[in-house]
């Protein structure tokens, strides 16, 4: 076990909605990463927080947004659900300076 | 530039026999390269990883080849065991900035009894 936990592990929503998705990072980590994992590939990244900020994103839309609280602790939200949004969505926690990321076991979003 | 290619897609494997997954890299910043475990309904977990500097690092059954001049890496498992079957997924980074990782399309290992 990794000690990062994301909630909620399954989720089902329907298109046009929003949704967010929580993770707590591994204790002495100060860096999030979000992850989109659809099925059969690997995980594509969507952004990284630290100290509260968002420090990198990839080729995502600005309807996939996140927060970073003071206990380190993230939360990835996404507006106006679209079906390709259905995916596994990775939490990844990291100290900012080091290249080791340690995985959650996800959020399983469907969207129907 | 920022793709890393994986191959092969799927490998069947005997036991007791070795795994080999290989990847492929184009961007020279690349820097880190971690090799992720994923079973099914579970979050990659790091298995090991390798830095440029070194051609080979070695933890218990699992060896990364590191090919600086032709980018390109690749897994070795050793002796694999059933408890293998997994999708296995090399990744890139480059150590400053955000140090996201670019990964491959992933490879699913299956070690039959």
């Known amino acids: 076990e990794t000690g990062v936990t994301q909630s909620p592990t399954h989720l089902i929503k329907t298109r046009g909605q929003q949704v967010t998705l929580r993770c707590s990072s591994q204790s002495g980590h100060n860096t999030v990463s979000w992850y989109q994992q659809a099925l059969g590939q690997g995980p594509q990244f969507i952004f990284q927080y630290y100290r509260e900020e968002e420090n990198g994103r990839g080729n995502f839309p600005p309807r996939f947004s996140g927060l970073q609280f003071p206990n380190y602790s993230s939360e990835l939200n996404v507006n106006a659900l679209e079906l390709d949004d259905s995916a596994l969505y990775l939490c990844?926690?990291?100290?900012?300076?080091?290249?080791?990321?340690?995985f959650g076991q996800g959020t399983r979003l469907t969207v129907v | 530039q920022q793709q890393v290619k994986q191959s092969p897609q799927s490998l069947i494997v005997q036991k007791g026999g070795i795994s080999i997954i290989n990847c492929a890299y184009e961007n020279t910043a690349f820097d880190y390269f971690p090799w992720y475990q994923q079973f099914p309904g579970k979050g990659p977990a790091l298995l090991i990883a390798?830095?440029?500097?070194?051609s080979e690092k070695k933890e218990g059954r699992f060896t990364i080849s590191f090919n600086k001049s032709a980018k390109q890496f690749s897994l070795h498992i050793m002796d694999s065991q059933p408890g293998d079957s997994a999708t296995y997924f090399c990744?890139?980074?480059?150590?400053?900035?955000?140090?996201?990782?670019?990964f491959g399309t992933g490879t699913r290992l299956k070690v039959l009894a």
């Open positions: 390798i830095r440029p500097d070194v």
């Open positions: 990744a890139a980074s480059i150590a400053s900035g955000t140090y996201k990782y670019i």
């Open positions: 990844a926690s990291s100290v900012q300076g080091r290249t080791e990321a340690f």
